[in-house]
């Protein structure tokens, strides 16, 4: 068995909310671990009354505290990595990543470099729509460390966009039945939908926004 597969059957033992939130803390930092493994099955025990029973705890556990834990530990994994970013700086976060240990988490200077120009290309709001993304999202805290991204933006773009993937993953774990061949098959064509939505809604608010702006002016110079 693989380590993944020595913590899965770990947290299937262990299913609660605590064990939620440290699983999605070390997903939404540097340590590959993936979160569709943690909120699915989950929201699964949730809404099935014959096993809505944690392993270990012996009381019910309820999808939308999965959903608000699961959030909690995607913030708090992300403020590792926006930290130490801020901390250690773009030269050592480029030598860990291409380290011996940078390597055994998945890293590579080459991915953090593909995180940082999705950063600069999109702006602050990546660190939302980032979240969206596999392959990104788990990075996408590191360049907005390196660029010292107001904290406070940081932690409500980020808010926003994890708990929106929760949401995801826990219908995705209900209506699949925790059936993990079937959650990782539709994984990415619901992250491709889920960002060509929210750019959808964005492109209609930055058009709206600059119609109204032109109504505005157009008002003013008639006085």
């Not at 770990?10 to 930092?29: D, F, P, Q």
């Not at 708090?76 to 240990?101: E, H, M, P, T």
């Not at 994984?187 to 491709?192: A, C, M, P, Q, R």
Request: aromatic share 10%; hydrophobic share 50%; charged share 15%.
């Amino acid at each position: 068995m693989t380590l993944i597969d020595n913590v899965i059957a770990w947290y299937s033992a262990h299913m609660n909310y605590a064990s939620i939130t440290a699983l999605m803390t070390i997903e939404s930092s540097f340590i590959p671990f993936p979160s569709e493994v943690v909120i699915p099955p989950a929201a699964f025990v949730a809404g099935d009354p014959n096993s809505a029973l944690c392993a270990t705890g012996n009381y019910p556990i309820d999808v939308l505290i999965i959903v608000l834990f699961g959030t909690l530990g995607a913030m708090l994994g992300a403020i590792i990595n926006y930290g130490l970013s801020v901390w250690l700086g773009r030269l050592i976060i480029y030598r860990f990543a291409d380290s011996k240990v940078g390597h055994l988490c998945m890293l590579s200077s080459e991915k953090v470099q593909k995180a940082e120009q999705y950063f600069n290309d999109h702006g602050k709001i990546s660190t939302f729509i980032g979240r969206l993304i596999p392959g990104i999202r788990q990075l996408i805290s590191i360049p907005a460390g390196l660029s010292r991204m107001p904290f406070g933006q940081f932690l409500l773009y980020t808010f926003l966009g994890a708990a929106i993937w929760n949401v995801v993953l826990a219908l995705l774990g209900y209506v699949a039945h925790g059936q993990m061949d079937l959650i990782e098959r539709y994984n990415s064509e619901l992250s491709i939908a889920i960002v060509v939505l929210v750019g959808v809604v964005a492109a209609y608010l930055i058009v709206k926004a600059i119609i109204k702006r032109k109504v505005d002016s157009g008002k003013q110079s008639l006085r």
